[in-house]
């Protein structure tokens, strides 16, 4: 009876934790364990989705998005969401899970895998926090920016970034997984 009282109380927590958790990231398909890309908007990238690098326990997919888009290629490129119910003072906390490997611009520059945020006001960026960029080959390695939203911001944008520095396009690869934003950091048990 014991046993299965402690039992009754561990599934209890895992499913409180993960309740928890649902509620506090509010990026819509965070893991890509959709399978798709789907509440992720694209800007001059393509193919977007690998099934061959994954971050989440358990999972099957991340992110690999390339500047090589058909339309282009282009010095920028990125996975986006954005969000209207973060107001002015309020703490924001972003992550992001990424790896790459063999990262380079297509004529021999460099290419950064960046986390951002744009704060806008209306139709007008107001000002933006990145992380540092990484660039090469590089096992999985969470990217934080923590920051302050500043006035009059009216929506917060999150950007899966890709930036080739002195030219366009890509070759390699860059995985990102199990993004994060909340009022508070990532909770320690994801
Ligand atoms: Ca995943």
């Not at 973060?86 to 611009?105: H, I, N």
């Not at 009059?152 to 690869?173: E, M, Q, R, Y």
Request: charged share 20%; net charge negative; glycine share 10%.
């Amino acid at each position: 009876m014991k046993k299965f009282f402690c039992f009754l109380v561990f599934i209890g927590l895992v499913v409180f934790s993960q309740c928890i958790f649902a509620a506090s990231n509010r990026v819509n398909n965070h893991d890509f364990e959709s399978g798709n890309i789907g509440g992720w908007s694209t800007w001059a990238v393509t193919d977007t989705l690998s099934a061959s690098a994954n971050r989440t326990p358990g999972g099957k997919f991340g992110a690999s998005p390339s500047l090589n888009a058909e339309n282009g290629p282009f010095e920028l490129g990125a996975l986006i969401q954005e969000f209207d119910d973060f107001r002015s003072g309020d703490t924001v906390c972003a992550s992001v899970w990424v790896k790459t490997v063999g990262l380079k611009g297509a004529q021999g520059t460099d290419v950064f895998a960046i986390l951002k945020l744009e704060f806008w006001s209306g139709d007008k960026v107001v000002s933006s926090r990145e992380s540092s960029g990484i660039t090469g080959t590089n096992d999985w390695y969470e990217m934080k920016v923590e920051t302050v939203v500043p006035e009059n911001t009216t929506k917060v944008k999150i950007l899966l970034l890709l930036w080739n520095k002195n030219g366009t396009g890509n070759i390699g690869d860059v995985y990102f997984d199990d993004a994060y934003i909340g009022n508070s950091p990532r909770p320690s048990y994801i």
